[in-house]
Structures are given as C-alpha cells and as structure tokens.
C-alpha cells in the first residue's frame, strides 16, 4: 500500500475525527475508566490497576459529543473494567436519558459472574445488552489472550446475563496462532446459546499502542481471510458475508445466518446485491442499526413493508420447500460480524474516513483505528 503522509493530514484536522457531516458512525464506545482486574497480554487500552478514573462530569460530556455528532446511535460503555468505576448505574442511567437506546456494557465478565444482583441494578438503569470478552474455548487460549483461563467466568456471565433477559455479543480477538482454529467452535457455541447470544463479532488482534505480548503471534487477518476462516470452520456456505454496507469494504463484514434443520443457511447469500442495495434505501444507516434492536422489534417495525416481503421471498429457498410467514418468523437466526482493523504502517485516510466505530472523547468523536495508534498515549494536533 502506498506511504501516505499522515502529518499533513493531521496539520489541517486531526486524522480520524468526525464532525456533524454527512459520514456518521453506526456504533461508539465511551471509555469511563483505566482501572481494570486483570492485566491482559493482549489490550488495546494498555488497562491496569493504576487507577485511572473518568470523572461523572467527564463522562457525560463524552456523552454530550457523541450525540451532538452521531445521534442516538449504539453506545458502548468500556473501560478498562467498567463495572470498577463506581458511578456506572449513573452513567447508564444518563446516557438513557438523553435518548440512547441501544447502551451496551463491554465487559470480562468477572463481576457480572459473581455478584447475582449487579446486572439487575444495570438493567434497572436502562442497560440494554452485553458485549462479552470471549475469545475461545479453550484454557490455552485464554492463557495466552488473557493471561488466565476465564472458561469458568464467561459461562456464570452468560447465565447472569440470561437471567435478565439480555442480549449478548460474544467479542473475539482473533490471534493468529492462538485461537485461529476456534471460530467454528464459536459459532456452534453462540447457536447453542441462540436465546441469549444474540450475535458474534470477530475481530482480528491489532497491534495499536497499547499491549500486545502474545508470543509468536504475527500480524492480523485481513477482512477477506477472516472471513473464509469463520465460514470454513462452521460450515457456511461462501459469499455470505456483506462487506460493503458498513464502511469501507476492507474494514467490516456482516452476514445475517439462519439455522434451518440443523444448517447454516447466510441469508446475502440468496439475494442479488441490488434486491439488498435497494431494500436499505438512501438510508441505510437507519436499518442496519435496527439490526441491533433485536429480531422481535425489527420485525415490527419492517414487517409491514413491501420491501421486506420481496427480500425475503428472493431467499425463501433457505426456509424450506414451502415457506410460510409461521416459519419464516419463527426461524433462528444469528448476527455474525468480521472486522479488521488498521495498524499504524496501513492507516490509509480513505478507510479511515469511512469508519463506522468510534471512541468518543472529551475533546471530540474519533475513528477507532485512527484513536488507537495516533492519538491514544499523544496529543492531538
């Protein structure tokens, strides 16, 4: 890829900072704390015990930014450990009130697994859903990724998170070397879990500015070879994955899976691209982040379009020989996400300025990737 001169870039505005134009991300996270309990080989944000708090105030003005530049869009709440930071029902409760629906709590799962009552309070705040570190199967596996096996910890945060009803999206860093070989294991795990697991994000490891020890690993997974490595592994028919409605298309890939009579069934790939182009509409954006909502609340609100008939009858040979609406809406489903991220030596502005996940700081909304390796431990110029 060719150098680019990211410095000239940055003399006119800061690489990677959305402003309230047209381009606008679908998800963001929000950072409130450093402070994490455990000191993972493998972590973006380089967290420690060190107690590094984000005060309330700070916060909500993170808060404040995002909705000013991106709407009420998915917001994730992270840390560091963000069930340390002691104001955290506060800062749910807030970002509820300022009209984000859609508030997610990333976590390790330690202390959703052992304090029974401590999702409720969440809930009861207006927590909508949990994005679980989950990276495997395996104790060798977490040992490398996590310095420990958390195998024990993500089942008791799974059934927490069941007992309140809660989707959850299992989070994968995806190693090379490491846990490569486990993401169609992943996949039959999530399915096994359908009433909880709601989907599965694969993300190829990065090295950003924070830590990354993992031994022997070398560099990540483009977009495409992750992709073959999920679908391989589990079984899925190829090209199902959409890889140009979210972003720049080397970043993001989405497939919607259906499970019918045991089988894997990715429902792009029983559409033409211009049925599915053309059934998002100018806005897009707006439906690709109904997907979030849920299944049951999706369907009422697009059941009764035109458009979304004709989609499904273009798939209807993935429901069987005679599909009906019974069993077209009771069918399984599970959202099924790839992402790769930029390293420092192939941050390109064209992908950066199409990037669909943020990190919104006090002083503005960021692009993931840009955050990450320019701005994380500097200034920003």
């Excluded at 990065?206 to 070879?225: D, H, K, M, P, V």
Aim: proline fraction near 3%; glycine fraction near 6%.
């Amino acid at each position: 890829m060719q150098n680019v001169n990211l410095t000239a870039v940055e003399t006119r505005q800061p690489l990677g900072r959305f402003n309230d134009g047209s381009h606008r991300p679908l998800m963001a996270m929000v950072e409130i704390t450093n402070r994490c309990n455990m000191a993972c080989p493998l972590c973006f944000t380089r967290a420690s015990n060190t107690a590094v708090e984000v005060s309330l105030e700070e916060v909500k003005t993170r808060l404040d930014n995002l909705l000013a530049v991106a709407g009420s869009i998915p917001v994730q709440i992270s840390g560091g450990e963000p069930t340390l930071h002691q104001d955290l029902p506060e800062i749910i409760h807030y970002a509820r009130q300022l009209g984000f629906t859609n508030i997610e709590l990333i976590t390790n799962g330690i202390r959703l697994s052992r304090e029974k009552d401590y999702l409720s309070r969440l809930v009861d705040q207006g927590l909508t859903s949990v994005y679980l570190q989950f990276d495997g199967l395996e104790k060798n596996t977490y040992e490398a990724l996590r310095g420990q096996d958390m195998t024990e910890v993500r089942e008791r945060s799974i059934t927490a998170i069941r007992r309140e009803q809660l989707c959850c999206t299992l989070a994968i860093a995806v190693a090379p070397g490491v846990n490569d070989h486990e993401l169609g294991n992943i996949v039959r795990f999530g399915i096994a879990n359908i009433d909880t697991v709601r989907a599965i994000n694969f993300q190829s490891a990065a090295r950003f500015t924070g830590r990354y020890e993992i031994a022997g690993a070398s560099s990540g997974y483009s977009l495409s070879s992750l992709i073959e490595l999920i679908e391989v592994q589990s079984h899925i028919e190829p090209g199902g994955f959409a890889s140009d409605i979210l972003g720049h298309p080397k970043c993001n890939g989405m497939s919607l899976v259906y499970i019918i009579d045991g089988a894997l069934k990715p429902l792009f790939k029983y559409l033409t691209r211009d049925r599915l182009i053309n059934y998002l509409g100018k806005d897009k954006r707006t439906k690709i982040l109904d997907l979030f909502s849920g299944r049951d609340r999706y369907y009422r609100k697009y059941l009764a379009d035109p458009k979304a008939w004709k989609l499904l009858l273009e798939a209807a040979a993935i429901f069987g020989d005679c599909p009906s609406m019974k069993s077209i809406l009771s069918a399984r489903h599970i959202l099924l996400f790839a992402k790769s991220f930029m390293e420092k030596k192939t941050l390109h502005p064209a992908r950066v300025e199409q990037c669909n996940y943020a990190i919104a700081e006090t002083d503005g909304v960021y692009s993931f990737c840009a955050y990450n390796n320019l701005y994380r431990f500097e200034s920003k110029k």
